[in-house]
């Protein structure tokens, strides 16, 4: 009888006419999504048909339609006089149920199981709070680990500090504690954000930047978003949009967690750390010229900015105000759009095939769809919308990405009944649609509807603190002409200090059928970067390979443009250089590897071996290793400090490295990366990261990343120590071997 109830109200009496959308490459006609030859319909609210094919023996099958298999009558019951957005939002719904596991924990795909921290967080962010929060509540709990912090899923180079994106488990935690206002859960989450931070502070926070240093976020397939020169420990010292944004945002929400919990000296420093870092992403990564953020800092002692548009740093910005408001309709109105849908970066690489890479993920595409409705950008929307609700309905299912070239999931990697993909699903019609946004004081209402969109909906059983909340929206725009609460005028917001449990709240919004701004979309075609150029240096010269169809070459020296040329050589003298190729439409190839031609010092281990020893070696050897010059120290948790004297003659800044060798692990998984802190005649001046190099792999030997450190003329004693914060994600194996140290001036 419940499921009875449930189709009859999913239904109304007519369908929108026309096209609702069109671009390019699809169209939505009434209930349908058109992508020719293949086409997909909502036959019903709980029945969807598709007959596209995808690449022909792509290993992953492609479902020809959807049927409602779950009881989904208990949730939130859209009624739409569109069948397939009601179809669409029941699958989401339907989907999220799969996903449940029998222990209450949110399974991340169909191909992917467990609880990742990443993905169960941006999940419970765009719609899992209230949908699912019990289930919310296990899974991130069981993202702490036996220290009482935040595990960094395993990831490049043995996960944290090369990923350093966990802080988003705080966003996520805060968001369900919006939704349920329960006091315990803030007091659980407290310590556990405020502890996990303060190891991140003395680990991942640049002091010469003060950005965030590490992965971007959830773009994690270290080839698949970086040149192929940099190595793990290249991405640990890079600096990424996203991932400081998650922490920007993080560090807001651990003040106002402080602030609630009576810790006022604690929120005064954690929202002073909040704006002194959303003012370095401003500084840093703004480019005024495009109207829109870089994508991450990246490179070896001078780093430049990779000038790509990443759409969920730009989707971050806007949402949670680090942008303000007239840089966030310029973003809105400047990250390229392909006719799929906004990339998760553009432009693409051209050597790398689908996945992060030339892909559109839907999730990443609701996110955006958010921060245009934030941005009061109408077309903005309704391309979002249209990016996530096409590949939703051709393929009967919510996927985990999409090539931009053509629509299809023949990608690296792919799944069905993707966590994150349902919930940013759901999350247009809650979010959006009916505009609901949690606040810790109660539930406020601000809808955006598209002028093609324009309707009657109701969103009826929507649970909030014992209460349930029955919504109706008229009209279209981002202004309210009128909201009456049980029929009463109100302000469109229910304070959560009045709810009642058993409660019913009707709230009736007729919106003013216009928008506060007209804003733009920037339609660009897919397009492909120009290959990375080789570098070497010979006889004077950096040389590097000719690359096809280029317009010209950029040469920079110290991380600044010095040259524009068509030759393949450039005459160097001191310092770092690097080539960054431009094809004749101005789009710009990754920078090639820094060639440093400064006079280096190499300083070899004291008290040196040949052979492992350490209980923590996975895969010990009882022969000498090979590729050291002259023998290596062993570092693990009982390592005493490894003192090094250093004799500087000229007084100056120095960049400090070390070569060294790591098999504990795989270069793209697991979480035994090692981590010391540097310090210089008893100062710490920074940390050292030796990520994973392959599993077993202990006679191949690479570089540390660089700290940089002002030497007055004398002699030194530069110190390698395991600090607490030093602790990586594995908890027992934090190990690997050091060759020699190699300092660089400046």
């Known amino acids: 009888m419940k499921l009875l109830a449930f189709l009859c109200l999913s239904v109304a009496t007519s369908a929108v006419a026309g096209n609702i959308y069109e671009n390019s490459v699809y169209r939505w006609t009434d209930d ?31 479902e020809k339609e959807w049927n409602l298999r779950n009881d989904i009558s208990s949730y939130p019951r859209l009624t739409t006089d569109n069948k397939l957005h009601a179809a669409l939002y029941n699958m989401a719904l339907d989907e999220m149920v799969n996903a449940v596991e029998p222990d209450t924990t949110l399974r991340t795909g169909k191909e992917w199981a467990g609880v990742w921290t990443r993905d169960v967080s941006y999940s419970i ?13 296990v ?76 992965e971007t976020s959830f773009i994690d397939w ?36 402080a602030s609630q919990l009576g810790k006022e000296a604690d929120a005064k420093r954690y929202a002073g750390k909040a704006e002194e870092l959303k003012k370095a992403i401003n500084e840093r990564f703004w480019m005024d010229d495009k109207g829109y953020y870089g994508m991450y800092l990246y490179g070896r002692d001078f780093p430049i900015l990779n000038p790509r548009a990443e759409t969920l740093g730009e989707s971050l910005a806007v949402i949670y105000g680090v942008a303000d408001d007239e840089r966030a309709r310029r973003i809105t109105e400047s990250n390229p759009i392909t006719p799929y849908g906004s990339a998760i970066f553009y432009p693409q690489i051209s050597d790398m095939p689908s996945y992060h890479n030339n892909s559109l993920w839907p999730w990443v595409a609701s996110y955006w769809a958010i921060a245009n409705k934030k941005a009061g950008n109408e077309q903005g929307v309704l391309d979002a919308i249209g990016s996530v609700f096409r590949p939703a309905a051709l393929f009967c299912t919510n996927k985990e990405n999409l090539n931009l070239d053509n629509g299809d999931i023949a990608t690296e990697l792919n799944s069905s009944n993707m966590l994150w993909c349902l919930a940013g699903n759901i999350a247009i019609t809650t979010r959006i649609l ?51 609460v049980n029929g009463r005028e109100s302000e469109p917001f229910i304070s959560a200090a009045k709810i009642r449990e058993g409660e019913v709240y009707n709230v009736e919004i007729t919106m003013a059928d216009k928008f506060n701004h007209n804003l733009t979309v920037n339609h660009q075609p897919n397009m492909k970067a120009p290959l990375t150029p080789i570098t070497w240096v010979e006889d004077g010269y950096l040389r590097w390979n000719p690359i096809e169809y280029i317009g010209h070459y950029k040469v920079l020296h110290n991380g600044k443009p010095v040259a524009t040329t068509r030759q393949t050589r450039y005459p160097v ?52 290793l090979e590729g050291y010059n002259g023998g290596f120290i062993e570092l693990d948790h009982a390592t005493p400090a490894v003192n090094i004297p250093l004799e500087i003659k000229k007084g100056g800044e120095y960049a400090i490295s070390f070569r060294y060798a790591n098999g504990n692990g795989p270069v793209n998984t697991e979480n035994k990366c090692a981590v010391r802190t540097l310090f210089v005649d008893g100062k710490k001046v920074g940390t050292i990261v030796m990520p994973q190099r392959g599993v077993g792999n202990w006679n191949d030997w690479g ?24 602790e990586n994600m594995n908890l027992h194996t934090n190990h690997a071997l050091i060759d020699c140290m190699t300092v660089i001036p400046l």
């Open 703 to 726: 570089n540390t990343n660089s700290v940089h450190v002002a030497l007055p003329a004398g002699e030194h004693v530069v110190t390698l120590q395991f600090l607490p914060s030093d």
């Open 434 to 484: 009916f505009g609901i946004e949690f606040e810790t004081d109660g539930l406020r209402f601000a809808p955006f509807v598209p002028e093609a969109l324009a309707a009657k909906r109701s969103l009826d059983n929507f649970k909030y603190r014992g209460a349930t909340v029955n919504i109706t929206v008229s009209g279209y725009g981002d202004i309210i002409a009128r909201c009456t």
């Open 125 to 137: 962010i765009g719609s899992m709070a209230y949908m699912q929060p019990l289930a919310s509540k």
């Open 32 to 62: 349908s999504i058109v992508q020719a030859p293949f086409k997909a319909y909502a036959v019903s609210p709980t029945r969807i048909v598709s007959d596209y094919s995808a690449r022909p023996h792509y290993f992953m099958p492609v």
């Open 573 to 624: 003298e001191s310092g770092e250089y690097q080539v960054i190729g431009v094809s004749t439409d101005g789009i710009e190839s990754f920078a090639s590897e820094p060639r440093n031609v400064s006079e280096k010092t190499l300083l070899q281990m004291p008290d040196e071996t040949t052979v492992m020893k350490s209980t923590e070696v996975a895969y010990p050897s009882a022969e000498p």
């Open 139 to 214: 899974s991130l709990m069981k993202k702490v680990n036996a220290n009482g912090k935040i595990i960094q899923d395993t990831g490049s180079g043995g996960a944290w500090p090369v990923s350093s994106d966990r802080m988003i488990w705080a966003v996520a935690a805060y968001e369900l504690y919006k939704v349920t206002g329960e006091k315990e859960w803030l007091e659980y989450i407290y310590p556990v954000i405020r502890d996990s931070f303060e190891d991140d502070f003395a680990t991942v926070y640049d002091p010469e930047t003060g950005l965030v240093k590490g």
């Open 222 to 257: 270290r080839e698949q978003s970086h040149p192929k020169w940099m190595q793990t420990a290249d991405i640990y010292n890079s600096e990424a949009m996203n991932t400081s944004m998650v922490h920007a945002v993080a560090l807001d929400m651990l003040a106002e967690m």
